[in-house]
């Protein structure tokens, strides 16, 4: 038969895999530890580690992903009507040791939404205050474990948004400066995701270590990425 791509027919073994080991990678520049302040993408990138998205796109297996979106720190979300989409969080969702693994909840959305919407690199694509082509006009927490987020319009592309990790990654309000927990985000970082950040140097390199607290703690298959 006719071999189409080098990819072609490969068996797939990702049954087979087994936990461990540590992932060596390389990036080619510093960033701000806070992404939702950052002037770049590359803040992003390598905070995505440890600071949820509510949704994500689907993995592609043995094809590219064809752009669907799944649930992330959003268990569930429906849609109501054509201007409201209500969120609910992951119920085992938690912030890592350094906030003594406080459940993940609404009001972290809030805020990071709050802060995204004022300083946010994308806020113009997403924030209707930002720009009034923009979807969004408000975010509210309507209890512990549900999020409503309210737009100006229809837009079909806002789920999608949500799941783009170049846009708003979830932090815990603690980043913002209040509370006895509160932590300078631009120096010290606090995991929600697969990966804790367990060092930085600037000009050297990062190393992330997996998260014991994460709801889906059992899917992460390697021990760290240096």
Known sequence: AEVQSFLYQREDTSAKATKGGIY???YTGDV??????ATSYSSAYQTAYIYPTLLRFKDGLREASKGGVEANLAASWEQPDTQTITFKLQPKAAWDTKLNGRAIDAEDVVASWTKFAAKGQT???????ASPTAPITTVTAIDKSTVQFKLAFPMAATIGQLAYDRNLLVMPRESQGT???AYDPLKETRSGGPWVMESYQKSVG????RNPNY????????????
């Open 24 to 26: 060596t990678t390389y």
């Open 206 to 209: 990062y190393t992330y270590r």
């Open 123 to 129: 806020r113009i694509d997403l924030a209707n205050t």
């Open 179 to 181: 509370g006895t927990d």
């Open 32 to 37: 701000t530890l806070d992404p939702l302040s």
């Open 215 to 226: 709801w889906n703690a059992d899917k992460v298959m390697l021990d760290g990425i240096d």
